[in-house]
């Protein structure tokens, strides 16, 4: 069975991330390329970290107009992504219309509430209450508007995944036990997040930054 960790590849430079690939490409299930590497690289890059035989996530967040996200999903067709994001805040004709312009064999999931944001960061924004009842709101809406699935922290995803059994819930933010949690609010370790129904397991920082990555990717394999 492949690993459930994708590893977040955020840099701008393509050699770099060649290299972060081919370093722990044994153990994981898929790479993550992100907005810093795809308006850096677009998608010559895309198809060159495609070579790694492993599944693509696009990770691009897309938020606009249903018109224009509908077109920059069909606009992405010719790389084939495994799964790819659009945030759950663009309202449910968005959603809608991106998944209605995915491909078969990509799963479109929403991004609810980043996990770098808190309770605190939420009312900045206008949004009132816990960081939690705004993932189960847009957690719904993402379930009703057809998409396969969402991104939420690991704090959230056992509340999500009793109303939506079947739904693909994508975890970013975790950390190993004791791990630098960087600009993340809302994080859980690999194996709580895989214990609570976390489908994938997005993880950047602790493997890419470790002085051996293929090691970091090793360690938290052996955890799940
Ligand atoms: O809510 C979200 C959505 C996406 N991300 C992305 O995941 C990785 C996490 O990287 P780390 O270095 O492990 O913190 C990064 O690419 C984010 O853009 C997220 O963190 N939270």
Redesign the pocket.
């Known amino acids: 069975m492949s690993s459930p960790v994708y590893v977040?590849i955020?840099t701008p430079d393509l050699a770099k991330a060649e290299t972060l690939a081919a370093q722990v490409k044994r153990h994981v299930g898929g790479l993550?390329l992100?907005?810093e590497f795809f308006c850096a690289n677009g998608h010559h890059g895309v198809h060159e970290m495609a070579k790694f035989g492993l599944p693509i996530f696009l990770?691009l967040?897309l938020h606009d107009i249903p018109n224009t996200v509908a077109k920059a999903v069909q606009a992405l067709h010719m790389l084939e992504p495994a799964i790819l994001?659009v945030h759950a805040a663009g309202g449910r004709a968005m959603l809608e219309d991106a998944k209605a312009a995915a491909g078969v064999n990509t799963k479109v999931v929403a991004?609810?509430?980043?996990?770098?944001l808190d309770d605190a960061d939420l009312l900045d924004i206008g949004v009132g209450g816990r960081a939690q009842d705004q993932v189960r709101r847009l957690a719904d809406l993402a379930q009703s508007a057809g998409l396969d699935g969402i991104?939420?922290?690991g704090e959230e995803v056992a509340m999500v995944k009793q109303a939506w059994s079947d739904g693909f819930f994508v975890v970013?933010?975790?950390?190993p036990a004791g791990g630098a949690k960087?600009?993340?609010k809302r994080a859980v370790t690999p194996r709580e997040a895989l214990d609570r129904g976390a489908s994938i397991l997005?993880?950047?920082?602790?493997i890419?930054l470790a002085e051996d990555p293929d090691l970091a990717a090793r360690e938290i394999e052996a955890t799940l």
């Open positions: 977040a955020d993550k992100g907005l990770d967040k994001t991004v609810t509430v980043l996990t770098s991104v939420c922290s970013p933010g975790v950390r960087g600009d993340q997005v993880v950047g920082r602790p890419s």
